[in-house]
């Protein structure tokens, strides 16, 4: 779930909430204990907490939002809010001096702003100017920084220390949080939730009739996916992952890879 419209007033109760609880938690037996895991009670109760909230609120929403809606609309609105995206990566990938991945964003913000009807038809994939959505996780990722322990936000779902902090740049960016009217923002905020909920719908079904531990599995499969975005589908073998993992200290040395020009890291030999 995306949270960059959502963060910009909740962002600090949430975290709050988030260090009361950590607080409270039991410890886990250590032979039990993922290392990259270390908050685990806290992690189970919030992943708890999101889940009754998911199946209260927000799943029912989404199923009356995917049967009112037509195909076509649903798909304009989640385009539209794609192209939103595609401006904060564009920024993380001038960060991270992927210029040719740059002016792909850029273009793509371009071509589907205008061509595209303010981003409700994506024109710019058929052009061939491909999609690839960086955010300030990925960022301070590619600068050096662990990702240290996983951490399940909220409402807003799986995430690690390093990717809630960069949920920080995410906010500032994205071109809605300069909207000054609330009416506006909030009703954004909304119909982005709803509309990527809905996108969900499936996959949560799926995972709720395949996964033992559901828990588990959504933590794995969510580091997996991150280690993977970080290193651009070409992350190191593990043996040099695990010390960005373990060692994840704020301000470390970055994982030493081997990057072609354009950022992305080569094939290890």
Known sequence: MHAGLVGKSLGPGVFLAALVLIGGCASTPDEFRDPRDPLEPYNRAAYRFTTDFDNAFLKPIAKGYKYVTPEPVDRGITNFFN??????????????????????????????????????????????????????????????????????????????????????????????????????????????????????????????????????FTRDAYLQRRRAKVYDGNPPPETEADEAWLGAGYGAKPVQTNRAPDGRPEQQP
């Open 83 to 216: 192209n939103i995206d595609d401006v904060t990566s564009a920024v993380n990938n001038l960060l991270q001096f992927k210029l040719s991945r740059f002016g792909s964003d850029v273009g793509r913000v371009v071509v589907n702003s205008t061509v595209g009807l303010l981003g409700f038809l994506d024109v710019a994939t058929n052009m061939g100017l491909p999609s690839y959505k960086e955010d300030f996780g990925q960022t301070l990722g590619y600068w050096g920084f662990g990702p240290g322990p996983y951490f399940v936000i909220p409402i807003l779902g799986p995430s690690t220390i390093r990717d809630a902090i960069g949920l920080a740049g995410d906010i500032y960016v994205d071109p809605f949080f300069s909207v000054n009217k609330n009416e506006i923002y909030w009703g954004a905020v909304a119909v982005r939730l709803i509309d990527r909920r809905a996108d969900l719908l499936k996959a949560t079904d799926l995972l709720d009739e395949a996964a033992l531990d559901p828990y588990s």
